[in-house]
């Protein structure tokens, strides 16, 4: 089974509707992380965690907020989706220990708002 | 300000090939570096990273790299290119005191038969 798995993996949805996007691991780390991927940009952040009762804003976190439901779930939601939201959206997560920042992936979730 | 560069967002190469992505940061501070690949319709899988001690470093699937401090740069390299390394690599760095991973705009890698 995959470490980190993402819900749903595809979505269509119309301008000014509320999505969440799922987030869930078994890789036992603390950190979770929120990116959207377009093509030429690479990948922006958009929200981080480093414990449930820890958020920041990343790069770009204007129309998104995120909730961090345990250690092992981290929910990206639209309040109200806008067509340049179409995008390929992975979450992450890596270990806090001291030294160790390399972020593991989920397969994404696509989105696209029409 | 731009904290990591990747020169060329397509790549072509012929099977066999010598493979170079290159790849600059900017930092005063030698960072952490990372190459992710992303083959199609999946997420991003480390292939290799540079915290501290030997410069080159030794990735999966044959691919290494080289952070040379005095040009700022992590070039990836694979001395035979495969059909099967055609995707999309990605150079991140973490900057000292920073949170989380900048990534840089991706290089997409093509291999002609």
């Known amino acids: 089974d995959a470490d980190v798995t993402q819900t749903p993996r595809n979505r269509i949805t119309k301008t000014g509707k509320r999505i969440m996007l799922e987030c869930s691991q078994t890789?036992?780390?603390?950190?979770m992380y929120w990116y959207r991927q377009d093509p030429g940009l690479g990948l922006r952040l958009i929200y981080y965690?480093?414990?449930?009762?820890?958020?920041n804003k990343g790069e770009i976190s204007d129309g998104y907020s995120v909730s961090r439901q345990a250690q092992a779930k981290f929910s990206l939601s639209l309040e109200s989706a806008i067509p340049n939201q179409t995008a390929l959206y992975f979450c992450?997560?890596?270990?806090?220990?001291?030294?160790?920042?390399?972020?593991?992936f989920g397969p994404g979730t696509r989105l696209t708002v029409t | 300000a731009q904290s990591v560069t990747q020169l060329g967002s397509h790549v072509s190469v012929s099977e066999g090939a010598l493979v170079l992505l290159r790849c600059n940061y900017s930092?005063?501070?030698?960072?952490?570096l990372f190459w992710y690949v992303q083959y199609p319709n999946q997420g991003l899988q480390l292939l290799l990273k540079?915290?501290?001690?030997?410069?080159l470093v030794k990735g999966i699937n044959g691919f290494e790299a080289e952070f040379k401090k005095s040009e700022t740069s992590f070039h990836l390299t694979k001395p035979s290119a495969h059909m099967s390394d055609a995707a999309e690599y990605f150079c991140?760095?973490?900057?000292?005191?920073?949170?989380?991973?900048?990534f840089g705009t991706g290089t997409r890698l093509t291999v002609i038969p």
């Open positions: 540079y915290t501290t001690g030997a410069t």
């Open positions: 965690s480093f414990d449930v009762k820890d958020i």
């Open positions: 991140a760095v973490r900057i000292t005191g920073a949170n989380n991973l900048f």
């Open positions: 930092s005063s501070v030698p960072p952490y």
């Open positions: 992450a997560t890596s270990d806090g220990l001291a030294g160790s920042y390399e972020q593991y």
């Open positions: 890789k036992g780390h603390d950190r």
